[in-house]
């Protein structure tokens, strides 16, 4: 067998293109954004809601719509090559311009008053202001949220390669011809270049978080407005690699940051705001509920909505599928829980094990699960359930949140907080009771919220997957609202496929406002550590 | 004109940012360098800045342990009875300060026999027009810490962390 | 007062002059990149019943890291550590320790956190721990405090729960680390002057108490016995028995020559 070195690292090249101008896109996006939301306060009331909203919706679910309006559209100048790749770029764009926005705006909120007082004195234009504050200010938060951005636009890369891989069963193919995604779904799972493809990508991964994601946020050290204390007396490499060990698993803990926590810790007025919009969403869902059913009763065909019955009892029908996944969501949840929860905090008690397993989760971590799939589908344990095969890639795609969050939250306890069981000699039980689980209740709350959120991202891949257009999918399991987008997204049935994000949307948005934010908002109250 | 005295405090109202131990060190120093002191030299001996005193002498005036005559403190008879006791000085202060506000008002709801919270509190003050902040969560924080700082010390209240709330003692 | 027959149980043990605490020759490295890096290097010193010593020295020197090794936390690389005749070898219930941080848990209530102190103590019923930790509080002025969280406390007010709770298991020694330097001045003065009443007293089961401080008039004010270290690696460069009659004056000349004593040491 020969094993194809060009073709995967053409495969690898073009997809680090492309997360790389959706990079630049969202630096430029959340620079623009979060510096106007940070200056105005008209344009912050409006702003700020609306990337609440954005960070907590199911991405992956939207990108039918997206390939559709860019590319698809009949006799655009944008259906070919160009037009598809934009998609795909715009698509890694929206995963991960809302963190770095996040982060721009926080940034520039905390400039001291001086500063901006000093640029009023001296009279700077607008964009001398923004040139020679507003940016640098922003730089170090820019760079700390890229290398979560980075993690997380590698999903959406994956995920977006692959269904626009399964578009192409129509007939025509999308011209998205070299991708990480496209030779996951391309090469023959268990084959030598699937083996290389996947041990590229790791080395990709580890070379460019550790040689450039790195460097840019060392670099952007010197533009911290305060000086922090450091110790200057040990060799740039030691320096280097202790950073490297002491960033490593607080980035991760960013993650969370990245898809949705950073603006829970704020106040209860955007709390109320955001509301009103999940409440119109959800109005409007009903209402469309509602209509369906009635031109049913009615015997009238309202173009083309799905009837009630479909809609609620049909094994494809939207609010049954959503049922189903929303079941499945939880219980996958559950297991990462009973396995992530003890485990991140087991790793963070022991300086040795930490210094030698986080590393090596960083890694494996970093492996976009949808890439795996085709893999896992031909583990023998699972005996082809399709079940099984979408609980372990929904899996693979959220553990790490979890862990990484708990991992952080343990670690930022002080060393005598640690230390004092031992001090009491209170024995493990009470040690866990009292001192390690509460200590790491908020970021186990953060890790969640995030990881549910990527539960329904993944869901998308995992309840149905047929990148080669065949009559039998790869995997497919019984119900639920990712295959219905699926299906509806390879059958252009653009009717449900609105209805399916639509509901799903609401359900998730809600959920997150109703429930997520005021479980954080009561643990953060008591179970964060400050003395 | 002569400069008039101070005037006594209309309403009793506990300043939002003054504790016991504040009130209690006053009266001790006070009492140890003679029972009576300039204001600016009682700063000086207590370590801290006089902007930062002056609460703390209103509040102790309030409860009738210091009198301020053109800028002394003098420390009154119940000032030097105070002084001298060595245990839990507050519970002997419990009838004055039960007069203040915001602890008048919490007995007042308390005295139903329900338990209520910081929020009751600062609603019902707030009926008449009484506020330590323009913000309604930092009024109600402010609230819970005086109750619990003055009226739990004091054996007034007895206090659940729990559900938040506050109980007649 | 509850519990004070059981708290004095182990105050008559001890006869007068006994030594309680001995550091003797003790060693510290850590060992940093292969080569060993001297922390402590022969430190020896003793606390009799009934006395306050004080540990001061730079900071940085390892002042703290000393406590650690006397309470069992930290093991020396050679050297021992005794109570009474007994050889510490890992924390213990007789020795317990004040952090600077205060370090309690702030999702617990102030009542069980000092409860946790007493997790250990299977000879004990849980009515006999909630009777102990009570009176632990009560001692350090906090009656009416048990089920406040520590959140809603002051700084002054968490450091009573801390002494509470170091105090609620009956020890013998009771290790204090920079107990007051978190504190506001004024709460801090308060503390200072109620603290040697409280635990230098026949009330609790405290035989010794070793500070460890920055501050030296503090010292000056608190410890019987005052040991001066230097800057890393540490030895002890100077032992000062403070005879000041107690309470003690701060604004003495008597008072300010201590303070001077103690500084010209540490230069």
Redesign the interface.
């Given at each position: 067998m020969t094993l194809d070195f060009g073709l995967v690292a053409l495969d690898i090249i073009s997809s680090w293109i492309r997360m790389i101008l959706a990079l630049v896109l969202s630096i430029l996006f959340a620079l623009a954004v979060g510096i106007w939301a940070a200056r105005s306060k008209r344009a912050e009331a409006v702003i700020l809601p609306l990337l609440d909203i954005f960070q907590s919706i199911p991405i992956l679910a939207f990108f039918p719509f997206v390939i559709f309006a860019i590319y698809g559209l009949p006799g655009s100048v944008l259906h070919n090559f160009v037009g598809a790749n934009l998609a795909v770029i715009i698509l890694i764009f929206t995963s991960m311009s809302w963190n770095i926005a996040f982060g721009v705006y926080e940034a520039v909120k905390a400039i001291p008053q001086d500063y901006i007082d000093l640029l009023s004195v001296t009279q700077a234009s607008s964009w001398q202001r923004i040139r020679s504050l507003y940016i640098p200010a922003s730089m170090s938060r820019v760079a700390y949220n890229t290398q979560i951005s980075w993690a997380v636009g590698l999903f959406f890369l994956a995920a977006s390669e692959i269904i626009s891989e399964g578009q192409g069963g129509a007939g025509e193919q999308i011209p998205i011809p070299y991708g990480i995604g496209v030779g996951a779904a391309a090469f023959p799972p268990a084959s030598a270049d699937y083996a290389l493809l996947i041990a590229g990508i790791v080395v990709a991964v580890v070379i460019w978080r550790y040689l450039f994601l790195r460097a840019f946020a060392l670099w952007s050290e010197k533009f911290k407005m305060m000086e922090e204390p450091r110790d200057v007396h040990r060799d740039p490499i030691t320096r280097f690699y202790s950073y490297v060990n002491h960033r490593a698993v607080s980035k991760l803990f960013l993650i969370a940051h990245g898809m949705g926590v950073s603006r829970f810790t704020s106040t209860i007025t955007r709390f109320r705001r955001g509301l009103k919009y999940a409440v119109l969403i959800f109005l409007l869902l009903i209402a469309l509920l509602l209509l369906s059913a009635l031109s049913h009763a009615g015997g009238v065909n309202l173009g083309g909505l799905p009837s009630w019955s479909e809609v609620v009892t049909d094994e494809l029908g939207i609010l049954y599928a959503l049922g189903v996944s929303f079941v499945r969501v939880w219980y996958v949840y559950a297991i990462c829980v009973a396995i992530g929860l003890p485990l991140g905090i087991a790793i963070s008690l022991n300086f040795k094990l930490y210094d030698a397993v986080s590393p090596v989760l960083e890694v494996i971590s970093s492996v976009p699960a949808p890439i795996l799939l085709p893999v896992i589908v031909l583990i023998p344990v699972l005996g082809g359930s399709s079940e099984a095969v979408a609980a372990l890639v929904i899996m693979l795609a959220i553990i790490w949140y979890i862990i990484f969050n708990v991992m952080a939250g343990v670690r930022t306890l002080p060393a005598d907080l640690k230390d004092l069981p031992n001090v009491y000699r209170t024995g493990r039980l009470a040690a866990w009771r009292n001192v390690y689980l509460p200590g790491a209740l908020t970021g186990f709350v953060t890790g969640s919220i995030t990881a549910i959120g990527g539960a329904w991202n993944a869901l998308i891949i995992a309840e149905y997957f047929n990148p080669l257009g065949s009559s039998v999918p790869l995997t497919e399991v019984g119900s639920g609202i990712g295959k219905a987008i699926a299906i509806a997204t390879n059958s252009a049935d653009y009717l449900t496929l609105t209805l399916a994000v639509a509901s799903m949307t609401a359900l998730i948005v809600g959920f997150n406002l109703v429930v997520w934010r005021r479980l954080y908002n009561r643990v953060t109250k008591r179970y964060t550590y400050n003395r | 004109m002569a400069e008039p005295h101070r005037p006594l405090p209309t309403a009793l109202i506990m300043p939002g940012n003054v504790?016991g131990?504040?009130v209690?060190?006053l009266v001790e120093i006070t009492g140890s360098i003679g029972g009576k002191v300039d204001a600016p030299k009682l700063a000086d001996e207590?370590?801290?800045d006089i902007a930062v005193l002056l609460p703390v002498l209103d509040a102790a005036e309030m409860l009738g342990l210091v009198r301020t005559e053109k800028g002394d403190v003098h420390l009154t008879e119940l000032g030097l009875k105070f002084q001298k006791t060595s245990k839990?000085k507050l519970k002997m202060l419990k009838d004055r300060i039960a007069g203040i506000e915001p602890f008048r008002t919490a007995l007042e709801l308390a005295s139903k026999g329900r338990p209520i919270t910081a929020s009751q509190v600062a609603d019902s003050l707030n009926e008449i027009g009484l506020k330590w902040h323009y913000q309604p969560e930092m009024n109600e924080s402010l609230i819970?810490?005086l109750l619990?700082?003055w009226a739990?010390?004091a054996?007034l209240l007895?206090?659940?962390?729990?559900s938040g709330k506050f109980q007649k003692? | 007062m509850k519990g004070k027959t059981a708290l004095s149980e182990r105050q008559v043990e001890v006869a007068a002059g006994t030594v309680v605490v001995t550091v003797d020759h003790v060693n510290l490295d850590y060992h940093k990149e292969k080569e060993p890096l001297p922390v402590l290097t022969d430190v020896s010193l003793t606390a009799v019943k009934d006395q306050l010593v004080a540990i001061t020295g730079p900071s940085g020197c390892g002042k703290s890291t000393l406590l650690r090794i006397i309470s069992g936390l930290v093991k020396p690389t050679s050297g021992r550590v005794r109570v009474l005749d007994s050889e510490v070898k890992g924390p213990r219930d007789d020795i317990s320790i004040v952090f600077q941080n205060f370090v309690l848990l702030p999702w617990r209530t102030a009542l069980e956190n000092v409860l946790f102190g007493l997790s250990s103590r299977k000879d004990l019923t849980d009515e006999q721990k909630n009777r102990k930790a009570e009176s632990a509080l009560e001692i350090a002025g906090l009656q009416g405090f048990e089920s406040v969280y520590p959140g809603e406390l002051s700084g002054g007010m968490k450091q009573r729960v801390g002494v509470a709770r170091a105090l609620a298991g009956d020890p013998r020694v009771m290790l204090l680390d920079e107990p007051f330097s978190s504190l506001d001045d004024l709460t801090a003065e308060r503390l200072r002057r109620e603290m040697h009443t409280l635990l230098i007293s026949p009330q609790t089961s405290v035989q010794s108490v070793i500070l460890v401080s920055h501050n030296v008039e503090e010292i000056i004010e608190l410890a019987d016995k005052v040991i001066v270290l230097s800057s890393r690696p540490a030895h002890v460069v100077g032992e000062l028995k403070v005879d000041l009659p107690r309470p003690r004056n701060k604004k003495s000349d008597e008072f300010f020559q201590w303070v001077d004593r103690v500084y010209s040491l540490l230069s």
């Open positions: - | 504790r131990g504040q209690i060190s207590m370590g801290a839990n819970r810490t619990i700082h739990i010390y054996g007895r206090y659940d962390g729990k003692a | -």
